[in-house]
């Protein structure tokens, strides 16, 4: 039920007529419109965060029924991101927090490997917090799911 802080970040979108551009999300976009997923994973091209985006993708059609903007996030670069969505082919954003401030924010950043650990936060059209997965129990989007979908039926 906290605020989740606000912040902008980057991440390479397809561009109409091919090729890709920089873009940036910032939360306070969609306050009042959408809940959004925010799905930090690791590493790019890693076998777990590669299965746990996949799933993520395969679940978008959930999410896209229950009014959700999800996106995933690491501190890849833009272009590692770029590479390892069009890899998987996910439909979703995947954020670029490069220089590791909104994970450090957040508490989830590994100062030891600078990586942000698995973390999934559910955060609502107010912009609080609903829902926290970590570890291995964001690897399995079903209970994210589930939280969007009873969000949604909340606000109709």
Not at 51 to 69: C, D, V
């Amino acid at each position: 039920g906290q605020a989740m802080p606000d912040f902008t970040l980057p991440y390479m979108a397809p561009k109409a007529g091919g090729g890709y551009e920089n873009k940036e999300m910032k939360l306070s976009d969609f306050k009042g419109k959408q809940n959004v997923v925010l799905a930090f994973f690791p590493a790019a091209f890693s076998p777990g965060c590669t299965n746990e985006m996949k799933a993520y993708h395969q679940a978008t059609g959930q999410f896209n029924a229950s009014n959700t903007a999800i996106f995933g996030v690491s501190v890849d670069s833009t272009w590692a991101n770029k590479a390892f969505r069009e890899q998987i082919g996910a439909e979703f954003p995947i954020l670029s927090d490069w220089n590791k401030d909104l994970s450090r924010k957040l508490g989830i950043l590994n100062e030891k490997t600078g990586f942000a650990n698995r973390t999934t936060f559910v955060v609502d059209k107010a912009g609080l917090v609903q829902k926290i997965d970590q570890s291995k129990e964001a690897l399995d989007p079903s209970g994210v799911v589930g939280m969007c979908e009873k969000l949604s039926k909340s606000s109709e």
